[in-house]
T-cell receptor
Framework: KAGVTQTPRYLIKTRGQQVTLSCSPI?????VSWYQQTPGQGLQFLFE???????NKGNFPGRFSGRQFSNSRSEMNVSTLELGDSALYLC???????????FGSGTRLTVV | DQQVKQNSPSLSVQEGRISILNCDYT??????FLWYKKYPAEGPTFLIS?????DKNEDGRFTVFLNKSAKHLSLHIVPSQPGDSAVYFC????????????FGQGTTLQVKP
């Protein structure tokens, strides 16, 4: 079966712009979580959606937002990009927000 | 506040020998732990997990040990293979059923042929 698909794989944006990243979970998975990975901070939890509702949010500024659609696909948006937002953004899905999360390959965002 | 810590950024072992990766945690409420393996430019892949009701879980070459009193877990890989070279993360669910995993900083394992 298809895994977690993230698009695009790579992205270069200019400081001040906004960006939208997409995640298609494994079919049947209703929970989608987002993580940011940077060399200095490791993997940091951004937020989690379950049945179109945000259930948990990490310690990130309001510039980071997300949503989930009725088909469980999810998007995250970062507005007013800063150089420090350069990171690998990972999406993970799970059937019921249990512990069996499957990660996508990530979107590498570079802010210049 | 780093609730899950991997204090060794890197580890190098010879092929065929044992690799031991360590992880410490501070929150005694954590009741489940996971290990993920990550190659460059890929997402983390689930490796093995352990519930706090156990002190050991084994899956092929991989064994995870949990010492609750010390708030310490370790991942043993025996025998180590060059293909095991990757970054290993330990993680714990932040709160029940909310999709939040708290990750350690990761340990880069290099297995030399």
């Amino acid at each position: 079966k298809a895994g977690v698909t993230q698009t695009p794989r790579y992205l270069i944006k200019t400081r001040g712009q906004q960006v939208t990243l997409s995640c298609s979970p494994i079919s049947g998975h209703r929970s989608v979580s987002w993580y940011q990975q940077t060399p200095g901070q490791g993997l940091q939890f951004l937020f989690e959606y379950f049945s179109e509702t945000q259930r948990n949010k990490g310690n990130f500024p309001g510039r980071f937002s997300g949503r989930q659609f009725s088909n469980s696909r999810s998007e995250m948006n970062v507005s007013t990009l800063e150089l420090g937002d350069s990171a690998l953004y990972l999406c993970a899905s799970s059937p019921e927000a249990a512990y069996g999360y499957t990660f996508g390959s990530g979107t590498r965002l570079t802010v210049v | 506040d780093q609730q899950v810590k991997q204090n060794s950024p890197s580890l190098s072992v010879q092929e065929g020998r044992i690799s031991i990766l360590n992880c410490d945690y501070t929150n005694s409420m954590f009741d489940y732990f996971l290990w993920y393996k990550k190659y460059p430019a890929e997402g983390p892949t689930f490796l093995i997990s352990i519930s706090s009701i156990k002190d050991k879980n084994e899956d092929g070459r991989f064994t995870v040990f949990l010492n609750k009193s010390a708030k310490h877990l370790s991942l043993h890989i025996v025998p180590s293979q060059p293909g095991d070279s990757a970054v290993y993360f330990c993680a714990a669910p932040g709160t029940s059923n909310t999709g939040k995993l708290i990750f350690g900083q990761g340990t880069t394992l290099q297995v030399k042929p």
